[in-house]
């Protein structure tokens, strides 16, 4: 057994973890959605013995939200069923597997950080079925690792960094909610902070990992156009209630990085760092909804 297998690799996160494994000299076996259906057990089986992973980073999930309301059965396919399939193999093979989840698992309803050890109270399809997920590997008889992250952003797919960039271009002015709060991530930090788990001496579990601080959408999209040169005060603030979806958003989501930070892993920049580092690497690759 040697090296990485990376599924979901042509999305947000999964694309920035297999060039965070290049650069590393890595050897890695990357699978978006066509080369690697985690839902088809024989697919899985014969791409896992053909490759031999040490490491696993299972990045494919089902992230339409607002679609999940009326689509659960089909999201609990992706987000649970098929990294069930995942961790049964890793368990059969030895490999270690890290499996992306989220704060949608919480309710939403706290005042200070989520930390590991909180009951999972998802108020979503979308959370349900990645809580669902969380239980399936972390039961599988793998050395499995489950990270909760959280308001993503990086240069593929869209995101709030570009659907802010955009609509920057559209209007005068632009509403977002400020009463929902939660801490912005990087994709690139993430993944350099999953690579480094994947490698480190630490016993399987729940971890959590984001960027540093917490924001509301208001304070991040302002942030966001101060880092395009633009005035902050084009960004007005408004309130949940004005932007029915048929997903309920929460309204707190910030995760405790504590467990991380004992650990000994990489410490997380702070979010407002991290946002001014992506738009200098980055440019107008970050702000390209076509990217």
């Not at 000299?25 to 031999?52: C, H, P, S």
């Not at 706290?110 to 349900?128: F, I, L």
Request: proline share 5%; charged share 20%; glycine share 8%.
């Amino acid at each position: 057994m040697s090296g990485w297998l990376v599924t979901g690799a042509a999305g947000q996160l999964g694309s920035d973890v297999v060039d965070v494994l290049h650069a590393y000299g890595e050897e890695v076996a990357a699978y978006d959605r066509k080369g690697l259906d985690i839902t088809d057990r024989v697919m899985v089986r014969a791409t896992m013995r053909m490759v031999e992973p040490s490491i696993v980073v299972n990045c494919a999930a089902y992230t339409a939200v607002d679609d999940a309301e009326s689509d659960e059965d089909r999201a609990l396919e992706i987000n649970a069923h098929g990294p069930a399939i995942i961790a049964e193999e890793c368990a059969r093979s030895g490999a270690r597997l890290l499996h992306v989840s989220t704060d949608y698992v919480f309710a939403g309803d706290a005042s200070t950080p989520y930390d590991e050890r909180t009951r999972p109270a998802p108020q979503t399809a979308y959370g349900r079925t990645k809580a669902a997920g969380e239980q399936a590997v972390l039961t599988a008889g793998a050395e499995t690792f489950v990270v909760r992250t959280a308001w993503l952003y990086g240069q593929v797919g869209a995101n709030f960094v570009k659907t802010m960039a955009r609509l920057a271009q559209q209007r005068e002015t632009v509403d977002v909610v400020d009463d929902q709060i939660g801490s912005p991530t990087w994709t690139l930090h993430l993944a350099r902070a999953l690579v480094a788990l994947g490698v480190a001496d630490l016993p399987g579990g729940i971890y959590h990992c984001t960027n540093a601080g917490e924001a509301t959408w208001y304070v991040f999209a302002r942030a966001i156009f101060a880092e395009l040169g633009l005035d902050p005060a084009r960004v007005q603030p408004t309130t949940t209630d004005k932007f029915p979806r048929p997903a309920p958003r929460p309204l707190y989501s910030v995760l405790s990085t504590e467990k991380w930070n004992r650990a000994g892993l990489p410490e997380m920049s702070h979010w407002r760092d991290a946002l001014h580092e992506a738009f200098e690497t980055l440019g107008e690759e970050l702000t390209d909804p076509s990217a």
